[in-house]
């Protein structure tokens, strides 16, 4: 297994501004990934955090509203950008030791737009 | 394309009996599949994993799935209910076979167990 660490837990944030959430992991792995989970509903694939490069994005997400960096083995950040409503969910981190092993999950940032 | 189906998005059972989710997939890569619990103001916690050994897979908190390929089924089962089962099950499959990690989720079953 993996510890996971996200920080924020949880944000209040306004119209308009970023937010960049933290996923700090226990060990070096070698995926990560950047999910959604809106109100109610399934998770979403967001991106790949690619360490060193820039992350590979799923179909119907851009990197210039959530920008992901992941500068090492053990840590990644998500920002959303030019935040609105439609973007309160909850976006959960996720790791895998490696390329077909079983992923695991952070605690998840619950993000309110107001 | 991947996918999963989670047929009831909300199953009702009473303590002590039968758990019974069901999971169908659509997958043209040979298909790892997986069941995840989520508890309230949670993150996903991993129950039980299929990726092509034992048909039958055996889980945490006395959780089991099958692998049947001839229904493309993957259905979760406990013998008998918990209070504490009471959660969001997830069923999910790999996007592709380079990448046993990359998933697609299935829209999720709420499980309520009454006492």
């Known amino acids: 297994s993996a510890v996971i660490s996200q920080k924020p837990s949880r944000d209040i944030c306004q119209r308009g501004t970023s937010l960049t959430i933290q996923c700090q992991v226990d060990?070096?792995?070698?995926?990560m990934f950047w999910y959604r989970q809106q109100p109610g509903q399934s998770l979403t694939l967001i991106a790949t955090a690619n360490q060193g490069s820039e992350a590979t994005y799923e179909s119907g997400f851009v990197i210039d509203k959530f920008p992901i960096s992941r500068p090492n083995l053990t840590f990644s950040t998500l920002t959303v950008s030019n935040m609105s409503p439609e973007d309160s969910s909850i976006y959960l981190c996720?790791?895998?030791?490696?390329?077909?092993?079983?992923?695991?999950f952070g605690q998840g940032t619950r993000l309110t737009v107001v | 394309a991947q996918s999963v189906t989670q047929l009831g998005s909300h199953v009702s059972v009473s303590e002590g009996a039968l758990v019974l989710l069901r999971c169908n997939y659509s997958?043209?890569?040979?298909?790892?599949l997986f069941w995840y619990v989520q508890y309230p103001n949670q993150g996903l916690q991993l129950l039980l994993k299929?990726?092509?050994?034992?048909?039958l897979v055996k889980g945490i908190n006395g959780f089991e799935a099958e692998f049947k390929k001839s229904e493309t089924s993957f259905h979760l089962t406990k013998p008998s209910a918990h209070m504490s089962d009471a959660a969001e099950y997830f069923c999910?499959?790999?996007?592709?076979?380079?990448?046993?990690?990359?998933?697609?989720f299935g829209e999720g079953t709420q499980l309520t167990v009454n006492p």
């Open positions: 996720s790791v895998a030791r490696g390329v077909n092993t079983e992923a695991f």
């Open positions: 999910a499959v790999r996007l592709e076979e380079t990448s046993g990690s990359r998933l697609t």
């Open positions: 997958s043209s890569v040979p298909p790892y």
């Open positions: 299929y990726t092509s050994a034992a048909t």
């Open positions: 060990s070096q792995v070698t995926m």
